[in-house]
């Protein structure tokens, strides 16, 4: 698999690329959504804490990937999804956070849209991350 990022001068450099070249191809490995919850989905580690919910969140992530047989170097898109409870004065630890997620990437993977909604899988879930990864 090959992946060529590009940037358009007119818009911020951020943690992905504006435009992402994915070219051949094996496998497409799907990772769904990961929020933090409990083996019995009763609550979370960390309430009202995004950043703990991130921090684990990206660990199992990094757990999905690693039984993948893949590394960061394979994610070609990340998707989040948030809760309204989420502030914008919290956005830019989340953002550096996701930032150094990705940083070991030669090639960093193109980003979904970063949705609001009012619900999670559980109630007290303030962020879910999928990833998309190609072999």
């Not at 959504?33 to 660990?59: E, R």
């Not at 199992?60 to 690693?66: A, F, L, M």
Request: charged share 30%; proline share 4%.
């Amino acid at each position: 698999m090959e992946k060529i990022g590009y940037y358009n001068e007119e818009l911020p450099t951020l943690r992905f690329p504006w435009a992402l070249k994915v070219s051949n191809i094996k496998e497409l490995i799907l990772v769904s959504g990961h929020a933090d919850v409990k083996m019995d989905n009763s609550s979370v580690h960390f309430p009202k804490d995004l950043i703990g919910q991130t921090k684990f969140v990206l660990n199992q992530i990094s757990k999905s990937i690693e039984k993948a047989e893949c590394t960061i170097d394979n994610a070609i898109r990340t998707e989040l999804t948030v809760s309204k409870k989420v502030t914008d004065e919290q956005l830019p630890e989340l953002f550096e956070l996701l930032a150094n997620f990705v940083k070991g990437a030669k090639v960093k993977p193109a980003a979904g849209t970063l949705r609001f909604v009012d619900r999670l899988i559980g109630k007290d879930c303030l962020i879910e991350i999928e990833v998309l990864l190609a072999k």
